[in-house]
């Protein structure tokens, strides 16, 4: 085994998520590489200071660039906002270092591309960690088994509801299209529908703001959309997204029809999937509720018993393992900063839709 040093930008919700896997990684599936926390990075040196403590960092700073330019940091994950994805990655490929990035990849379509092209040759990961549930992967892994026959349509979700409240005020989440609904919901369903049905081929969105005053300021960016999508494989697909949907907390959720089936998931029971197959009797045809368990793909290494479930942690920890093996291989692991991009570039051409109320190529943008 040998030792990496991790250097964390963002010490926040995800910043401490990505320490704690880091710091996990190692004892759940026993990896090759094994993670040390070196650097921390936040916004200024107190809160750096603060993350350190307790997350057991051994050092922090308020300058993303001494973290970049450490040599002591061996592999960069980037869990601060959006705008600031595109300079940290660009310095970090520059000095040969891989790249874990929080989705979305960068600000925009534009910042994505750069984001692509610095990544040429270089190990890069984009962090989607809701299709990494053990119940999400077997989904994966029964739809390319062709257990519910050709894929015909899907419905996709992902809703919230903590703006539902048109009283709370505004804050950096009502402020650009970055932390709007398309820029920070919309990828995680999207990069479903990518890894479950495959390449989505053009799209006809509407995107709106639906509160668009708030205790202390104007909100900037949208609250919901909607759209409707012809996959490159022929099948149909719909998806809504939306952070004001009183009472989804986290609403991220599908249903998959077939020729032979179908498979309902949702989040909010995420170590549990429902399948159809028309092949039953017809008597005790109907969905049935699947747990998952040690027989499903990443369950294993958390627990030895069925039903007992997985978490929200133990995403990030899947995700830090495939990281790790892009880094000892240097090969490329799903999804790479190309499948970010492809998320982005599905959001722009719903924006563009949106604007244009019309159909949309997604190759176009």
């Known amino acids: 085994m040998a030792e990496i040093g991790i ?5 926040g919700y995800m910043g401490k998520a990505h320490a704690v896997a880091m710091s996990a990684v190692g004892a759940v599936f026993n990896t090759t590489l094994r993670p040390r926390l070196e650097m921390v990075c936040a916004s200024s040196k107190a809160s750096a200071e603060n993350y350190r403590v307790a997350y057991g960092f051994a050092r922090g700073t308020d300058d993303w660039r ?3 330019n450490d040599p002591k940091v061996e592999a960069i994950v980037i869990a601060s906002p959006q705008a600031t994805h595109r300079a940290i990655a660009e ?5 040969n270092k891989p790249v874990f990035c929080e989705k979305p990849l960068g600000a925009s379509l534009d910042d994505s591309r750069a984001m692509v092209a610095a990544a040429e040759g270089q190990v890069s990961m984009v962090g989607f960690n809701y299709i990494r549930t053990p119940a999400s992967q077997f989904a994966r892994q029964l739809i390319a088994e062709g257990a519910i026959g050709d894929v015909v349509w899907f419905r996709g979700e992902h809703t919230e509801d903590f703006l539902a409240d048109p009283n709370a005020p505004a804050n950096w989440r009502t402020q650009g299209d970055a932390n709007g609904t398309m820029g920070d919901l919309a990828p995680h369903m999207i990069n479903g529908a990518l890894a479950l049905i495959g390449p989505i081929k ?9 509160h668009n005053n708030r205790p202390g300021g104007i909100v900037t960016n949208d609250d919901h959309g909607q759209l409707m999508c012809r996959f490159a494989n022929g099948a149909m697909g719909q998806m809504y997204f939306s952070r004001v949907a009183h009472g989804r907390k986290m609403g991220y959720a599908y249903e998959i029809t077939g020729t032979k089936g179908a498979i309902r998931f949702d989040q909010e029971d995420q170590n549990a999937i429902w399948l159809y197959s028309m092949d039953e009797p017809e008597a005790t045809r109907g969905f049935r509720k699947i747990l998952t368990g040690p027989a499903h793909p990443d369950y294993l290494p958390f627990c030895q018993g069925p039903g007992h479930g997985t978490g929200y942690q133990d995403q990030i920890i899947i995700e830090a393992r495939d990281f790790l093996r892009a880094i000892e291989t240097r090969s490329p692991v799903w999804p790479t900063f190309e499948d970010g ?3 982005n570039q599905v959001i722009e051409a719903s924006m563009v839709s949106s604007r244009s109320k019309a159909w949309v190529e997604v190759s176009s943008v």
């Open 202 to 210: 053009s799209v006809i969105a509407e995107i709106e703001t639906v």
């Open 7 to 11: 250097g964390i930008i963002g010490g």
């Open 341 to 343: 991009m492809e998320v």
């Open 66 to 68: 001494e973290l970049v």
């Open 91 to 95: 310095a970090a490929f520059a000095l």
